[in-house]
């Protein structure tokens, strides 16, 4: 069964607008942890955010914040004053307590921020 | 180093021909894992490793791929008789803990 969701394949932003990259996943386990990775060309994951599913509030790092809803089982990314550096893959990943270590991954959505 | 190393950058491989991945994790880093991406997938699991010990080979996709640790630092993805469904980008990552991962830029492996 899958367990994470990323249904846009791509999407387009204007420079300097908010943009939203859309997460399910599904998971029987009460713990969990969410994470959001970029995938720039170079080909790196680079860690963006985190989510403990025990957590009270969403979390933020800087011009990201992940929109965590846990009764409807999705973890959106929010990318705030979108920048042409944006432009990239990002996945989505879940750990949940089968493994404390292992991330399953979603297939990916490909930002491109239009200047 | 400041960060986790792979090499080659890119192979290509003969259909048939035995290939050696190099990963160098973070200076320190106790976990290690190894994670396979297929064009226009996410990556998926292959192998862990807690200092020299392989905790977790399940994703592992046939006796063809063999991963070693040997001294708890430097690891090696070998894949022998390497076939065209092996064509993939392999990530290295590595970790203090086991949460929060550094991952490499990956070799991009073409198999022809």
């Known amino acids: 069964a899958q367990k994470i969701t990323q249904t846009q394949p791509g999407m387009f932003v204007q420079e300097k607008e908010a943009v939203t990259l859309d997460c399910t996943y599904d998971?029987?386990?009460?713990?969990?942890?969410l994470f959001w990775y970029k995938q720039p060309s170079s080909g790196e994951m680079i860690f963006l955010i985190y989510q403990g599913s025990y957590d009270q509030q969403n979390a933020t790092e800087g011009r990201y914040s992940l929109n965590f809803q846990k009764a409807r089982k999705s973890a959106n990314l929010v990318i705030s004053a979108s920048q042409l550096g944006d432009s990239a893959m990002y996945f989505c990943?879940?750990?949940?307590?089968?493994?404390?270590?292992?991330?399953?991954f979603g297939k990916g959505t490909l930002l491109t921020v239009n200047p | 180093g400041a960060g986790v190393s792979q090499s080659p950058r890119y192979k290509v491989a003969k259909r048939g021909q035995d290939v050696a991945l190099r990963c160098d994790p973070i200076s320190g880093h106790v976990s290690l894992f190894w994670y396979q991406q297929a064009l226009g997938q996410g990556p998926e699991f292959l192998t862990y490793f807690q200092n020299e010990a392989q905790l977790d080979k399940s994703g592992l996709p046939s006796d063809r791929f063999f991963a070693e640790r040997p001294e708890g630092s430097v690891s090696t993805l070998k894949i022998q008789r390497t076939q065209q469904e092996d064509s993939a980008v392999y990530l290295c990552?590595?970790?203090?803990?086991?949460?929060?991962?550094?991952f490499g830029s990956g070799t991009r492996l073409t198999v022809v």
């Open positions: 990552a590595s970790s203090l803990g086991v949460v929060f991962y550094t």
């Open positions: 990943a879940m750990r949940d307590g089968g493994s404390n270590y292992k991330l399953t």
């Open positions: 998971t029987s386990d009460p713990s969990y942890g």
